[in-house]
């Protein structure tokens, strides 16, 4: 008897093997799977759920890192504009004080007005002997 008993239950796991039932409906229909069984199509379960959690995570991740790459490229972009400025500055300041110490081009007209008009009145102008030199940060003003 315990040889028949043993080959019903062979045959009930390959019957349930072949039609792939799934644990949930061999449990309602009263047939329990053998015992190793239910473990590993709960275990294929946790590990779908594993990867699907495991997927999203990447997804996520490379969202992020596309985010960060944005960013630094736009840092970069504007690192780049400014150094472009910076280097324009410095060759104006450079030309600057290579060029010879002459008054800038306006600054001669206006002495050249005060000095017509005061020969007129024969006395020099006051102002433009108590000015000093203009300096370096006028000048650069006067270029813009």
Request: without cysteine; proline residues 7%; charged residues 35%.
């Amino acid at each position: 008897m315990p040889e028949r008993r043993s080959i019903d239950e062979r045959v009930g796991a390959l019957e349930r093997r072949l039609s792939a039932e799934p644990a949930d409906t061999a449990k309602t229909t009263g047939s329990e799977p053998p015992a190793g069984e239910s473990g590993t199509r709960s275990d294929h379960a946790d590990l779908r759920d594993r990867i699907e959690t495991l997927e999203s995570t990447v997804a996520e991740l490379e969202a992020g890192l596309k985010a960060v790459r944005g960013y630094v490229g736009t840092v970069e972009h504007v690192n780049e504009t400014v150094e472009r400025r910076a280097d324009a500055a410095l060759a104006a300041v450079e030309r600057l004080e290579s060029a010879p110490k002459t008054p800038p081009p306006i600054a001669t007209a206006k002495q050249q007005s005060a000095e017509s008009a005061s020969t007129a009145t024969a006395e020099p102008d006051e102002d433009a002997e108590t000015q000093p030199e203009s300096s370096l940060i006028d000048r650069l003003r006067s270029l813009r």
